[in-house]
Each structure stands twice: as structure tokens, then as C-alpha cells.
């Protein structure tokens, strides 16, 4: 009921303000070797433009049916909201607040596991940020606060057998400041900072071999060139060091160099190739280590002259390091001014297959409804399911 | 200016790919261009290790990490590598 109120006023205040309104439900069916469960989820996002503050609101409702020991069995409540203010035309702040409250009378069964692998049930996660964002000259310089509190409870009593004392709950804060400077059109440095301190409720578990603090920092450089091989270049390299009791000695001297080339082949076909290395130095053994490094390949065709809304979308994403590959089409083709169709298939090697396809039909320019159906493979143990199929109905509105 | 680019970056690749040794234990990361921040691979990570970041974009906590891999699972953009 409250749902429902809280609902009604948005729109109601869409119908007055410049607002987009969107809202989709979704029924979805799975099934592992000897587990049939159904589960739903609806969600709803209301976002208002007042002048120079942006509203966005968004609430999720999940539900599942019990069965699996994992989180694809619960029932949550997520609610999103994100304020935007224009205080100068280079300034800006930024406020968000997510609240995840999970319904421990319903279901038992989402669950994390805590510091010493023990299933805890999360009740409650509060997520609240303030940012700033500030430009000025050839400097940007990005600030912000962040903090976030989770409050658990333990679901099975095993600390009896253990004899270990239970947290009721556990907060991080962390603070961040990162700084830019342009020094030519094509290059800029950047230097960032980022501090994590944890904090559980119970004091056992704010011992060394379970502190979570961390402290990163660093800098780097960053090159980009519209006519660089006839195609448009950029180019990142970062060093950040990083340290906390958690990290390994090959952890704490990270190099990242991420590159990224566009091409426009012809007017209807364009292209791009990014390449994200991840490697580190162990200052005690004086070794370079490979950690994780990805090459995405993505091609668009436009299938049609006059509308650019009719594409084809192809591309492979391939981890190198983690031995992980993806390979996805999407094909998007309006068959008149009311409908439109799309497919997608991704494919994971050894993970999954997931094929979506959807009809949008389009009342007029601030009105559309779509259905869409997802049915999705698996073929590892990595997901509780070996088959899941979610059919989708939604509605997009726009009020100016 | 591009030639000296050029060669750098086929050092870094080569150095990176050849005079590095492999850790025992995976690193996952997230590519944040990718990233829709959807927060699927929240929901879904057993040590409530990913959360957003500045930018809104979900990056791993590699404090917490596991290198389970079930957000490799759950990401709809393969944006973890």
C-alpha cells in the first residue's frame, strides 16, 4: 500500500514537472537439476528535472520463491535516490541515497558470508554519498564522501559451536578526492586518492586479520587524439599503490594501461577495440606480475540510410588472464513508425547463453510499452540455475 | 610524437604480456567504460565486496574479493575481466 502511494505521488508530480517515469515488471522461472522456483520483480524509476535540480527516484521489489541456498531466493526492497544540483555551469554536487532492505521474516535464504565465512543474513544496507565536482581553467578536481552501513544477523547459530561472538552490523567511509590537469588539448595528468575504514559492531572482528582498511593512491597520464591512424585514440596509463592488510606483496604497485580505437569504416559501419592491462611490481621479490587484462572488439552497421534506430551490433570481449569469453550480437529494426524489434544473444564459453528479444510498440513520442523475454543457459556451477526465463512487461512515459 | 607512442605501447603490451609472471590467485576487475551500473553483480557477490564508486560505476574491492566469479556470471555487459 505504501508502494503504491509513494508511486501515485510521482506520477502525480510527473504530470506537473519536466519528469521521465518508467516502470517494468517482471515474472521470471527457474529451474536447476532438482529445484523448480518462480520469483517476480517490479520496478519503478521516476526522474524529475526542477530547473537546475535533478530528482531521480527508483524502487526495486524482488521476490523469489524458496529454494535455492543462494541469492536467488529472497525478497528485497531497493530504493534509489540520486540528487543532482547545478550550482555554476563548472560545479555541480551530487547527493545519493540507496536503502536495500531485505525481508528476513519471508525468506532465510539471500545471504552473504561474513569475515570468517559464517552465512549472514543482511538486513538492511544504507548507502548515502555527497560528491563535488568542480572545473576551473585546466584543473577538475572531483571530491567526494561516501558510507555505507549493513546491518546482519547470522542465519545459522553456528557461533555456539565456534564459541565466537556475532556483529550486528558493519560500516565502511570512504573518502576520495581525485585531480586533473590539462596540460595540451590532446594530454592531461590526473592524480587520485582513495581512503576505506571498517568498522564492524563487534570488537573481535576489528582485529589485524580482519581489518578491511585500505588506502589508494596515485597518478597518471592520459592521451587522446581525434585523428590518430585516421581514427579517433586515447590512452591511459596509471600507477596506484595500494595498501591494506589484505593485499599480497604483488598487490600493493599497480600499473594500469587501458587504450581504446575508434574507426569509421563507412558512413554505416564503425568500429572500436579496447585493450585494459592490469599488471603489478612485488617490491620483496622483484617480480612483475600479470593480474587481469581484457580486449573487447565491437562493430555497429547501420541497417538502414535514413534511420539510424535499425543497427546490428556484434563484438567479443575476451579476458586474457582469467581465461573468460564473451561473444554478443544485438540487432535493433523498427518495422514502422509504432513498432520496433530487437534480439540479443550473449554467449559465454563454459558460463552462459542468454537470448533476449523484445517488441516496443510507441504510442507517440512520450509513450512507449514494451514486452520482452529472456531465457538464459547455464553451463557452469558458478549459477544456481541450469535454466532461467523472465518475461517482461514495461512502460516508458515522459511528461513536459 | 605518434611513432614514439606507438613503440611505447607495443612495449608496454609485450612487457605485460611476456616478462610478468602469473599469481596463483585470480584478480577480477570491472572495465568501467562497460559498466551500466545495473548492480547485478552487487546482488549476487558473496562477500558484499562491489559497491559504487564515484562515477556510479561498481568496482570490486579487492580487500574482500574471493575471485569466486559469480558476478562474471550475472554481468550483463561482460565488463568483468
Avoid at chain 2, 23 to 44: F, L, Q, R
Wanted: aromatic share 16%; charged share 20%.
Amino acid at each position: 500500500m505504501k508502494k503504491l502511494i509513494i508511486i501515485s505521488l510521482f506520477i502525480f508530480s510527473s504530470l506537473c514537472l519536466n519528469a521521465y517515469y518508467w516502470n517494468q515488471t517482471r515474472i521470471s522461472f527457474y529451474k536447476s537439476h532438482d529445484t523448480e522456483v518462480y520469483g517476480g520483480e517490479n520496478n519503478f524509476m521516476s526522474e524529475l528535472i526542477i530547473d537546475k535540480l535533478n530528482f531521480r527516484f527508483q524502487m526495486n521489489s524482488l521476490v523469489s520463491e524458496e529454494g535455492f541456498d543462494d541469492p536467488n531466493s529472497y525478497v528485497t526492497n531497493e530504493i534509489r535516490s540520486l540528487s543532482t544540483y547545478q550550482l555554476a555551469e563548472n560545479s555541480k554536487f551530487i547527493l545519493g541515497y540507496n536503502l536495500d532492505y531485505y525481508d528476513y521474516d519471508k525468506t532465510q535464504s539471500s545471504f552473504i558470508y561474513d569475515w570468517i565465512n559464517q552465512p549472514v543474513q543482511p538486513l538492511v544496507k544504507n548507502y548515502l554519498y555527497l560528491i563535488s565536482k568542480n572545473e576551473w581553467d585546466n584543473f577538475t578536481l572531483l571530491a567526494g564522501l561516501r558510507g555505507r552501513a549493513t546491518g546482519i544477523d547470522y542465519k545459522f547459530d553456528i557461533s555456539d559451536a565456534i564459541n565466537t561472538a556475532q556483529a550486528e552490523h558493519y560500516d565502511e567511509f570512504y573518502k576520495d578526492l581525485a585531480l586533473a590537469y590539462k596540460l595540451t588539448n590532446n594530454v592531461a595528468i590526473y592524480a587520485t586518492f582513495e581512503n576505506k575504514t571498517f568498522y564492524s559492531s563487534n570488537a573481535d572482528f576489528n582485529d589485524p586479520g580482519r581489518d578491511y582498511d585500505y588506502t589508494h593512491y596515485g597518478g597518471g597520464v592520459n592521451f587522446t587524439s581525434k585523428n590518430f591512424l585516421g581514427g579517433k585514440f586515447s590512452e591511459d596509463f596509471q600507477y596506484l599503490r595500494k595498501d591494506s592488510k589484505q593485499y599480497a606483496d604483488y598487490q600493493r604497485h599497480n600499473f594500469i594501461n587501458k587504450l581504446r580505437y575508434n574507426y569509421i569504416m563507412t558512413p554505416a559501419l564503425s568500429s572500436f577495440v579496447s585493450y585494459i592491462s592490469k599488471f603489478s611490481y612485488d617490491d620483496k621479490e622483484k617480480e612483475f606480475y600479470r593480474l587481469a587484462n581484457m580486449v573487447r572488439v565491437q562493430a555497429r552497421y547501420n541497417l538502414l540510410n535514413y534511420n539510424y534506430q535499425a543497427f546490428l551490433i556484434a563484438g567479443t570481449s575476451l579476458s586474457l588472464e582469467n581465461l573468460n569469453r564473451i561473444y554478443f550480437a544485438y540487432v535493433n529494426y523498427p518495422i514502422n513508425k509504432s513498432f520496433a524489434i530487437s534480439l540479443e544473444d550473449r554467449y559465454s564459453h563454459n558460463v552462459y547463453n542468454t537470448i533476449i528479444a523484445s517488441l516496443d510498440y510507441r504510442l507517440n513520442s512520450n509513450f512507449m510499452f514494451y514486452i520482452e523475454n529472456s531465457n538464459s543457459q547455464s553451463f557452469s556451477n558458478i549459477n544456481i540455475y541450469d535454466f532461467k526465463n523472465t518475461l517482461t512487461i514495461g512502460t516508458r512515459m515522459l511528461f513536459r | 610524437m605518434k611513432n614514439i607512442m606507438v613503440l611505447l605501447l607495443l612495449f608496454l603490451l609485450l612487457f605485460s604480456l611476456f616478462a610478468c609472471k602469473k599469481p596463483t590467485d585470480k584478480e577480477y576487475n570491472v572495465d568501467k567504460s562497460s559498466c551500466n551500473s545495473c548492480g547485478e553483480c552487487i546482488s549476487v557477490c558473496p562477500k558484499d565486496a562491489i559497491e559504487y564508486n564515484l562515477e556510479g560505476k561498481a568496482v570490486i574491492d579487492q580487500s574482500k574479493c574471493v575471485s569466486c566469479g559469480e558476478c562474471i556470471a550475472a554481468c550483463p555487459q561482460g565488463a568483468i575481466y
